[in-house]
């Protein structure tokens, strides 16, 4: 985590302070936390919670109707576990999507995680691989799910001139979409609109061209790349010239 990104997340922590629990939780307790567990979760600083049992309380059963108080004292758990690549969920894509479910932020709320989605997007396009492998279009994806304003990180992705990110393009161009369907991003968890937002991105004619300049600059320059990644440029820059002759 870089420093503008723990900067947020000491920020978060004082901003969602004023939100308190009760000793019990609007959460399964028949078979998804015990009461130890529960205990444990109410009683324990926010950012000291664990992150198996943060992992327990987020995929545990719950009603319908959010509880907004409680879910907004776990919320700077949430962001500070994943800022350090621990997601929370059996899938990247639905770390945050409760943040997505809830209406009623506050101004300054609403800028807080705005700033972090920004900050953390461009903290994972200068890393690759990601942690446990993790594709570029899962970030993406985690974020819109998440109601984060990832048209808004799409545009800095383009002033982040890195290896890391031009493998990141790559890999998007290569396994983000569908083969048969490639309008549509690969994923089980990507909404229609995601798709449209990442693809309309991609075939931008400026965007296209400063991707196909930089990928042909690695491929020309492949100092550091392993031959793997060789081989994916050169397969990501052939999507990019057919996408020019469309």
């Not at 989605?117 to 993790?134: R, S």
């Not at 290896?163 to 990141?168: A, G, R």
């Not at 930089?214 to 491929?219: A, G, H, M, V, W």
């Amino acid at each position: 985590m870089n420093n503008e990104l723990k900067h947020i997340i000491d920020q978060s922590y004082q901003i969602f302070s004023a939100y308190k629990v009760s000793l019990t939780l609007d959460v399964c307790k028949e078979c998804c936390v015990t009461m130890e567990e529960e205990l444990k979760l109410a009683t324990t600083a926010v950012n000291k919670i664990p992150f198996e049992l943060l992992y327990t309380y987020h995929t545990a059963a719950k009603p319908q109707k959010i509880n907004i108080n409680e879910f907004k004292h776990f919320a700077p758990r949430y962001l500070d576990l994943t800022a350090n690549m621990k997601f929370v969920s059996h899938s990247v894509e639905l770390v945050l999507q409760t943040f997505g479910e809830i209406n009623d932020w506050t101004t300054k709320e609403t800028e807080l995680l705005h700033s972090f989605g920004k900050e953390f997007f461009v903290h994972c396009l200068k890393a690759h691989p990601l942690p446990e492998n993790e594709a570029i279009n899962s970030i993406l994806i985690m974020l819109d799910n998440g109601n984060f304003e990832i048209a808004d990180y799409l545009s800095d992705w383009k002033n982040v001139n890195s290896i890391e990110s031009v493998l990141h393009f790559s890999d998007l161009i290569n396994y983000g979409f569908k083969d048969k369907k490639p309008d549509q991003l690969s994923s089980a968890f990507a909404e229609k609109k995601t798709s449209k937002t990442i693809f309309d991105w991609i075939n931008r004619a400026d965007i296209s061209a400063l991707f196909k300049q930089r990928i042909e600059n690695l491929i020309l320059n492949p100092d550091g790349i392993s031959d793997k990644d060789q081989i994916e440029l050169s397969l990501a820059y052939e999507c990019l010239v057919r996408f020019a002759h469309r």
